[in-house]
């Protein structure tokens, strides 16, 4: 690494040796992040070389940051977090993720040579050793295991067993050998079953079985023997709910991985916000094992789902962004699409952050969406339209919220305080020490799921304007949207409300009656604009048909054929 690419420390005096440890980390760490880009931008080819993206692979990474702490020392980050807030800046300054404090980084080296007595009597490294019940074990000692997903050492009282491989031969299993696992591993793991090999077992991977002919088992999630009947999809009405297994992650290859970060915009044309889905389905489920391995997303229950049955899975993707995000919400619906149905009760919902939702754009956004609710709502079918889930919007006339004059001002607090008072649900006339951003909505964050309130018009409000998930991460929710597990038509209605987002933040003077959809994707993404608009407009001609309704819905076993990287850009 050239010495100018290493980011500036602080101007308190380092040692040569510590300078070094800096140099070899971020060297590390940037190399990582380019081998990360190469397998996440090549699929048939090397489209983007990733030599080219190392400006953007820099701003990962904050510089090291005078921080004052006991020490004296200074702190440093190896990767940012994302972050909802102001303009463009797609990346929040985050300082703890790594700490180097003083000499911190010269103890690290030290731990790594440290040695402890082990139970056989001998001096064994610490790192190579794991201590239980009072004393140390070292690796070497047959009690002492190895995780087989991440390779943390441990006592064998604390794993659990698990097949590592097996051969079948026939109806009998001619060899099989046991591995193990840590608790917070477990749930990774592939989960097979065969009544006759007498085996019910999790495996780390299903190329670990030889000679055995199998199945996915969609009732139970598992893989069982290829002769045993398994319940069809549209049978399966029960499901697993769950947490976001990658919550907190802080690896930079896995967030590239999962989407969390990105470092280009090549699908978006530049636009650089954070979004997230919601995709609801009525049969079917992706079962938890197979989330913890490969997806960024979480089940939970949603009761406007089937509520014949109690409720149905609601599908939540964690915070995506950039070319990353599209990619890996490829990967979501492929794999919904394999697992589950939709029906007419279920929606799409996406979320849009990483804005500055201020009182002007907040005002000039809802002025947009007036403008074209009605051509949005063509776009959709019928079932849609008169929908106590994603209602019109209440039918303000709020004048352009620009200029800088006093009477500009006045004028844009005045509506800003009618928006408030209805998006509040007439809870308070206007925002005060009680109710205002900062803050929880007055009914909660779901609005006590009251259909009444604007929680459930088409583009909803209240992430944006209340303190909704208590860590003042804002949004704005956009649920017009039928069910679907098809990626081109959620990819189609993502770009497009980033467009619309985009053109109220950097035009707003624009926003006028008259405009449509075509004008904004023409103004916010002309590269794709030819593609977007043959899109739209092939779909307004659908939804003008008597039956276009049980033609949306109608089942297709025809998978929806994986797109590369390539692909997306130009599609």
């Not at 080296?109 to 064994?124: I, T």
């Not at 045993?228 to 290859?253: A, E, L």
């Not at 624009?510 to 739209?536: A, C, E, H, Q």
Request: charged letters at 25%; proline letters at 4%; glycine letters at 6%.
């Amino acid at each position: 690494m050239d010495e100018q690419e290493i980011p500036a420390v602080s101007p308190l005096p380092i040692s040569d040796s510590t300078k070094f440890m800096i140099e070899k980390y971020m060297e590390k760490y940037l190399s990582a992040s380019e081998e990360a880009i190469k397998s996440i931008y090549s699929d048939d080819d090397i489209y983007i070389d990733p030599s080219k993206l190392r400006g953007n692979v820099q701003k990962l990474y904050s510089a090291p940051k005078p921080s004052p702490n006991k020490g004296g020392g200074w702190n440093t980050v190896s990767s940012p977090r994302l972050r909802s807030g102001s303009g463009n800046t797609t990346f929040g300054s985050s300082y703890s993720d790594f700490n180097f404090s003083g000499g911190n980084i010269t103890k690290a080296v030290e731990d790594k040579e440290k040695k402890v007595k082990c139970s056989d009597g001998k001096m064994h490294l610490a790192i190579e050793s794991v201590f239980f019940n009072d004393k140390y074990y070292h690796k070497s000692h047959k009690e002492i295991v190895a995780d087989e997903v991440d390779g943390t050492l441990c006592h064998i009282s604390k794993v659990n067993s698990i097949i590592k491989s097996m051969v079948v031969s026939g109806s009998s299993i001619v060899s099989k050998e046991i591995g193990y696992v840590l608790n917070r591993n477990y749930n990774k793991l592939t989960p097979i079953y065969s009544s006759k090999l007498g085996v019910e077992s999790k495996v780390i991977s299903l190329d670990n079985i030889t000679g055995w002919d199998y199945k996915e088992d969609f009732q139970s999630g598992s893989y069982v023997d290829a002769e045993s009947r398994v319940t069809p999809i549209s049978d399966v009405k029960h499901y697993d709910q769950y947490k976001n297994h990658f919550s907190g992650i802080d690896d930079i290859k896995t967030k590239m991985k999962i989407g969390s970060i990105s470092p280009s915009y090549v699908i978006t044309e530049g636009i650089k916000y954070t979004f997230g889905v919601e995709i609801e389905v009525s049969r079917g489920f992706v079962p938890a094992w197979r989330a913890a391995q490969k997806y960024n997303m979480m089940c939970v229950r949603d009761g406007s789902v089937n509520p014949e049955d109690g409720g149905g899975p609601e599908y939540v993707t964690g915070i995506l962004t950039g070319d990353t995000g599209v990619k890996h919400l490829q990967e979501i619906c492929l794999e919904l699409s394999r697992t589950t149905k939709i029906n007419k009760t279920c929606g799409v919902h996406l979320h849009i952050g990483n804005i500055d939702f201020n009182q002007r754009f907040l005002i000039n956004s809802y002025r947009l969406a007036l403008i074209l609710e009605e051509e949005i709502f063509s776009v959709l079918p019928k079932s849609r339209r008169d929908n106590v889930f994603c209602k019109k919007l209440k039918p303000f006339i709020f004048a352009p919220a620009i200029g800088n004059t006093t009477e500009d001002k006045l004028r844009i607090e005045e509506d800003y305080s009618k928006l408030f008072k209805y998006i509040s649900f007439e809870k308070t006339n206007n925002p005060t020490f009680e109710y205002n951003k900062s803050k929880q909505h007055p009914l909660g964050a779901k609005c006590g799921y009251d259909r009444n309130t604007p929680r459930y018009c088409w583009i909803n409000y209240v992430p944006a304007m209340f303190n909704t998930r208590n860590n003042e991460s804002y949004s704005l929710e956009i649920r017009s949207m039928q069910g679907s597990t098809n990626f081109t038509k959620i990819k189609n209605w993502l770009l497009f409300f980033m467009a619309f987002m985009s053109f109220v933040e950097k035009y707003p003077e624009l926003i006028v009656n008259g405009l449509t959809m075509k004008d904004i994707i023409d103004f916010m993404l002309p590269k794709k604009s030819k593609v977007l608009n043959m899109y739209f407009n092939t779909r307004k001609a659908l939804f003008i048909e008597q039956d276009s309704e049980s033609k949306e819905y109608i089942s297709s076993n025809e998978e929806e054929p994986k797109q590369s990287f390539k692909d997306l850009i130009n599609n």
